[in-house]
């Protein structure tokens, strides 16, 4: 999720098929938070790498969801989990033809249920970002992918957000089952990235 994502979608011709119906749908909803495209680009080229399962917290209009579906190998399942019952529906109905996708309604715990996954995307702000909330042991495979996105780039260590100890990010740099680092995918955003060690 990103605060005016959707905006930054000027011309669907160029996109995936699945990324433009998304952001037309988001755009129809008056949804602004979507998956900016630097952000949708490292998802579809992440999916690419998954052999068994994906999974995504924060559907949102399906945005980052359309973004990993372009991406992944056919046969890969992919679950995605979504709070706002409206917004479900919506994207349950506009990927109703597609394979192997399962989009659950409820809080982000609910994807814990269908792990472990080979990638999982913590999207949308929520407590799945906080150091105890997503346990990468139980949610990855062993040299599986862990996505935490939305932030602000780091520019000091340790790092701090709001002026305290950003401890947001710090849990996944400390984290003893993870090897973490940060990418920054445009000047005002960055993403970690993170690997379940074997």
């Given at each position: 999720?990103?605060?005016?994502?959707t905006?930054a979608?000027?011309?669907?011709?160029?996109?995936p098929?699945?990324?433009?119906?998304?952001?037309?749908?988001?755009?129809r909803?008056?949804?602004?938070?979507?998956?900016?495209?630097e952000?949708?680009?490292l998802?579809?080229a992440?999916?690419?790498?998954?052999?068994?399962?994906?999974?995504?917290?924060?559907t949102?209009?399906?945005?980052?969801?359309?973004?990993?579906?372009?991406g992944?190998?056919?046969?890969?399942?992919l679950?995605?989990?979504?709070?706002?019952?409206?917004?479900?529906?919506?994207?349950?109905e506009?990927?109703a033809?597609?394979?192997?996708?399962?989009?659950?309604h409820?809080?982000w715990?609910?994807?814990?249920?269908?792990g472990?996954?080979?990638?999982l995307?913590?999207?949308?702000?929520?407590?799945?970002?906080?150091?105890?909330?997503?346990?990468?042991d139980?949610l990855?495979?062993?040299?599986?992918?862990?996505?935490?996105?939305?932030?602000?780039?780091?520019?000091?260590?340790?790092?701090?957000?709001?002026?305290?100890?950003?401890?947001g990010?710090?849990a996944?740099?400390?984290?003893?089952?993870?090897?973490?680092?940060e990418?920054?995918?445009a000047?005002?955003?960055?993403?970690?990235?993170?690997?379940?060690?074997p």
């Amino acid at each position: 999720m990103s605060i005016l994502g959707t905006a930054a979608y000027t011309d669907t011709a160029t996109l995936p098929e699945p990324v433009a119906r998304a952001v037309e749908l988001a755009a129809r909803l008056g949804f602004t938070q979507s998956c900016r495209p630097e952000q949708g680009r490292l998802l579809q080229a992440l999916a690419a790498g998954a052999t068994g399962r994906i999974g995504e917290t924060g559907t949102g209009c399906g945005v980052g969801l359309a973004w990993l579906l372009a991406g992944r190998r056919p046969g890969v399942r992919l679950v995605s989990v979504e709070r706002e019952p409206e917004r479900v529906a919506a994207v349950r109905e506009l990927f109703a033809d597609v394979p192997d996708l399962e989009i659950l309604h409820g809080d982000w715990t609910l994807i814990d249920r269908h792990g472990p996954f080979d990638l999982l995307v913590l999207d949308g702000g929520g407590n799945g970002k906080q150091s105890a909330a997503a346990d990468p042991d139980r949610l990855l495979t062993p040299g599986g992918t862990l996505v935490v996105d939305d932030l602000t780039p780091l520019t000091t260590w340790p790092p701090t957000y709001r002026n305290a100890p950003d401890t947001g990010r710090t849990a996944w740099y400390d984290h003893p089952a993870l090897l973490t680092t940060e990418i920054r995918l445009a000047p005002d955003s960055a993403t970690l990235l993170a690997t379940r060690r074997p």
